[in-house]
């Protein structure tokens, strides 16, 4: 067994240990169900986890992470999770949280080819070709780069109120925001990019459902 194994098995005893002595009723309370008031939709990257950056408990957040936190409108484990967070666990809020450094948005800016990743990050190259005025007038990189983050969380937040999940919730009347983040790995903080959604109203008539 290796020594990394071992330690991450023995953190959870360490863990379970320390919950009973604050709450010897945590776990049972916790396996009687969960009533998550948010859905989060983040990047696979380990170094992003998103209870510890909100400061949430477990049963506080319901949460589906996929490279550069996309959401694809024909990706049926993320329309699964949104669809159960929505329709059966009733959450009031969805944040999409990208991140600074992002390997996938990089790797959308080049064009080295990785392997079959090369086929999900081509819905990101499609954002850069459709911002691609804006994003190449930044002369500096890593400028850009960060642009390039903040403008692929802002496209996957307008992709999520096009979904027929989320506009059905609110043309049912369903108390339910969306909205988009990016975290810095060098800060901790999280920036609200301004990109919040409580209707469908601002957006294209063509992606407007009728129900």
Not at 95 to 108: D, F, L, Q, R, W
Not at 139 to 158: A, G, L, P, T
Not at 182 to 195: E, F, I, K
């Amino acid at each position: 067994m290796s020594e990394f194994y071992k330690k991450i098995l023995d953190n959870n005893k360490k863990w379970v240990e320390e919950k009973l002595q604050i709450n010897p009723d945590y776990f049972n309370n916790l396996a009687e169900g969960q009533k998550p008031p948010l859905l989060w939709i983040g990047c696979s990257d380990s170094r992003v986890p998103a209870n510890e950056i909100i400061g949430a408990e477990p049963g506080e957040v319901f949460v589906h992470r996929n490279i550069a936190n996309m959401v694809i409108h024909s990706d049926m484990n993320m329309l699964s999770v949104l669809d159960y967070a929505v329709n059966a666990l009733k959450v009031k809020h969805v944040i999409v949280c990208g991140h600074y450094g992002c390997g996938g948005v990089k790797a959308a800016m080049g064009n080295s080819s990785i392997g079959i990743i090369d086929n999900w990050i081509r819905h990101i190259k499609d954002i850069y070709r459709l911002h691609q005025n804006e994003l190449d007038s930044i002369s500096d990189k890593n400028e850009r780069f960060n642009k390039f983050v903040e403008i692929n969380v802002k496209e996957q937040v307008f992709d999520l109120a096009k979904t027929s999940i989320v506009q059905s919730a609110w043309k049912n009347g369903q108390e339910l925001s969306i909205h988009g983040w990016v975290y810095g790995l060098n800060s901790g903080y999280v920036t609200d990019l301004g990109v919040n959604f409580s209707s469908d109203e601002e957006l294209d008539d063509v992606y407007q459902l009728k129900f």
